[in-house]
């Protein structure tokens, strides 16, 4: 089962009309993604205690820093309502180490999307880990490298004063060269007050990305980032 915004996203853009060859040379960035070994987020996640066979995936998003650390991570799933399998992942989000993104040889901090695939069949254990939002399998397939927003993105000052729990969607179209061809600020459960659309939109349109990056290619892709507006403390969680 996908989540709302998944839906949403994907019929607004669809990816099937998009030349499988649309890539350019990777040359000037390297995303960020985790380390291997110790410190790594496959061996540090424990698989939790359940019963029967299950198959959950989450999606999940934070912030890569310019040091190697996660902050503001966040995951979930439509099929984890007691959000079992997502304290699984958030809890080890401290402990995690990063190879930090680089553009033009410099660390930097960027968006960063993961895909954490919990599996149980008979008595076997699995979890899988894709550094991609999963918008994008059917035409790059499951080991892509999502797009990276590296662009400084505070919160438009049009947004500010928010007094309610709402979830919003950004969505773009990131070409091969990691500018917005396609822009779309939506939310499935509420409306959008029409001047922080404006401002997300407005924001979209001057980011900068690293680009997906598909078989050592750079390519165009379906990027997605939720931003959730919280009651309590006041303040946008990303």
């Given amino acids: 089962m996908k989540p709302l915004f998944a839906f949403i996203v994907l019929s607004a853009f669809p990816v099937s009309v998009w030349p499988a060859d649309d890539v350019t040379p990777a040359a000037t960035y390297t995303h960020a993604k985790f380390v291997d070994g110790k410190g790594s987020l496959r061996s540090l996640i424990e698989f939790p205690e359940v019963s029967g066979d299950i198959r959950i995936e989450l999606m999940c998003y934070g912030r890569a820093t310019a040091l190697g650390r996660l902050q503001a991570g966040h995951c979930s799933s439509p099929d984890d309502p007691d959000l079992t399998f997502a304290m699984a992942v958030s809890r080890v989000f401290n402990s995690i180490r990063l190879v930090p993104a680089t553009i033009n040889g410099k660390a930097e901090e960027v968006d ?127």
């Fill in 112 to 238: 960063f999307q993961f895909t954490v695939v919990f599996r149980k069949e008979t008595a076997a254990n699995s979890i899988e880990i894709y550094l991609n939002n999963q918008k994008n399998v059917d035409r790059l397939g499951i080991d892509y490298i999502s797009a990276q927003r590296f662009s400084p993105h505070p919160l438009p000052g049009r947004c500010d004063g928010w007094r309610q729990d709402a979830l919003i969607i950004e969505a773009a179209i990131v070409t091969a060269e990691g500018r917005a061809r396609e822009t779309n600020v939506m939310s499935p459960t509420d409306d959008i007050r029409t001047s922080c659309k404006k401002g997300l939109l407005n924001q979209l349109g001057d980011a900068r990305w690293i680009p997906a990056l598909h078989q050592g290619q750079y390519v165009e892709s379906v990027w997605v980032n939720p931003i959730i507006f919280s009651s309590v403390p006041y303040k946008r969680e990303q």
